[in-house]
DNA sequence: AGGCTATAGTTCTAAAATAGAACTGTCAAA
DNA sequence: TTTGACAGTTCTATTTTAGAACTATAGCCT
C-alpha cells in the first residue's frame, strides 16, 4: 500500500484513515478535544516520544486540522488550535469513545462523562439520518458509487 | 506507550483505539461492511499483505469484532463475520467517511453514496444528542470524570 | 494418475516506523 | 551565572510492515 497517497483514493474512508489512521494521532486529537495545545501538554499527558508528537503535530498542520499559533515572542513560541476542519472530527472522536464505553467496560464505569450543555443532560451521541432523523443501522443502508468512484473505475 | 495493554487504559477512546487505531484494520472494516467475508476477498481488494490480513482478522476475532465460520468442511475453510460488537462500529465507520467527503473531496464528487432503505433518501450521517436529538458540536459538550476515571486515577 | 486452479494461510528477509534517551537553543527568574 | 521551562531535533536500538515465496487441502480436467 503506498500509504503517501491514501487520501488521494476514490474512497472517503481511506482519505480520512490518511490523515488520523493510527494510534498516536488519535490520542493527540482526544487532548485537543480536551484542551491541550501545547507540546509538553501533549508530551507530558501522553508519554509520546518527542519526536513522534514533532511529527504528528506537524502532519496534522499540514493536513489543515491544526493550526501554530504563536502564543510568545520571545522565545517564539507556538499552540496547537483545532480548525473547522479539525473540529469536525468530532463525531469521530465521539463514536469511538462511544464505542468504548459500550463494549469495552469494565466493572469501574466510565471513565468520562459528557454533558450537553445546550439541554443540561449528561448524553451518548447517537448517528442518525439527516433526512428521516431515525438512528442509522448497518443493514439498513444501501451503497451505490458515487460520481467520484465512476470516474476513478471507469 | 503499552500499546498491549491500551484496551485497558481508563479513556473509552484509548480502549477503541486499542482495537480499530491503525489504519488496516479500519480498512479491513471497510470492507467488513460492504460484504467483504473471505481472506482472499479482503487480500485482492485491500493489496494488504498476506501475513498482515491474517493478523489483523486474528486480532478482530481475538476482540469478538469478527467471527471465524466455517463454509466448507473438506477443505476447511473460513469466512469472518461481523458480530453485534463490529456492527455496532458502523457510526466510527460512517462518521469518518462523511468527514472524508466533506473535508477531503476533489472535483470528481463522492467516491460512494449512502440510501437509507428505512426513509428511501440518500443521506448524510448526523451525530445528535441521545436526550434533546439535537446536533453535537465539540463546544457545546463539558466532559467531567466518570466513576471509572475517578477510581483510576484515585 | 498427473497437473492445474482456488482458497487460506505461514515463513522468510529487507525496509520503514517507533521507542527511548540525549542533545540544542531561547529566554526569564534567582 | 546558573537553573528551569518550553519546543523542538538527533541519535541508536527495537518493533512493525512490505513483498515475495512457500505450504497445504481438495476439486476438476485430461
Redesign the pocket.
Known sequence: ?K?DTLDEEPCSLSRTVAVVG?R?TLLILRECFLRVR????FQSSLQ?????L?ER?KKLVRFGILRRVPYSE??K???YILTQKGLDLYPIIMAMVHWGDTHMGDERGRPLLHQHKTCGKEFDPVMVCSECGEPLHAKQVHVHAGPGRKEAVG
Open positions: 500500500m500509504w493510527d498516536w501545547r507540546f509538553e501538554g509520546i516520544t518527542r519526536h513522534l514533532s503535530l520571545a522565545p513560541r507556538y499552540e
